[in-house]
C-alpha cells in the first residue's frame, strides 16, 4: 500500500480544529459508554479499521465487555444485550452515518427525542458527525492500526 499524506502534520490546524471538537464533546454530559459505541459502530459501518482499533481498545479500559464489543455490529439481533438508550442512539448512529440512504427517520430521531432532552441529543449528534469525519480521514489517507 502506498503511503499517503498524513493530515496533522501537512495541516495541522484542520487537525486540531477536529480535536477541538473532540475536547468539547468530552465536557458533555453523555457517558463513555454511549460515545464508544458510537464510534466503534460508525467506524464499522465506514470501514475504518484503525478507529474500529483504537476505539475496541479505549471502550474496553472503560470496562466494556468483549461480548458486547463482539455484537455491536449485529446489536439488533441481541435482546437484552443493549439498553433501550444505547440502542435508540446505535439506530441514531447508523442513519446518520448512512444519511444518503434517506436521511434520519422521524421513527429514529422520536426514539432517542424519547431518551434525551435537546442538549443531549445535539451532543449525541456531534459525536456522530466527529466520527464520521475522523472515519473519512483515516479511510482516504489510508490510516494503520497501531
Known amino acids: 500500500m502506498e503511503k499517503r499524506i498524513n493530515i496533522a502534520e501537512i495541516e495541522p490546524a484542520a487537525y486540531k ?9 468530552a465536557t ?36 466494556e465487555t468483549e461480548q458486547r464489543i463482539y455484537l455491536l455490529n449485529a446489536w439488533r439481533e441481541v435482546d437484552g444485550l443493549y439498553t433501550a438508550e444505547e440502542r435508540a442512539v446505535l439506530a441514531l448512529t447508523e442513519e446518520m452515518t448512512l444519511i444518503a440512504n434517506g ?17 443531549q441529543l445535539a451532543h449525541i449528534m456531534v459525536a456522530i458527525i466527529a466520527i464520521n469525519g475522523w472515519n473519512r480521514m483515516s479511510v482516504a489517507t489510508q490510516t494503520q492500526p497501531a
Open 103 to 119: 436521511g434520519v427517520s422521524e421513527k429514529t430521531y422520536q426514539t432517542a427525542k424519547s431518551f434525551f432532552d435537546d442538549n
Open 17 to 25: 480544529a477536529l480535536l477541538g471538537v473532540e475536547n468539547y464533546l
Open 28 to 63: 458533555t454530559s453523555i457517558s463513555h459508554t454511549l460515545k464508544e459505541l458510537i464510534k466503534i459502530r460508525a467506524s464499522q459501518i465506514n470501514g475504518c479499521a484503525f478507529c474500529i482499533n483504537m476505539h475496541t481498545a479505549d471502550a474496553r479500559k472503560q470496562g
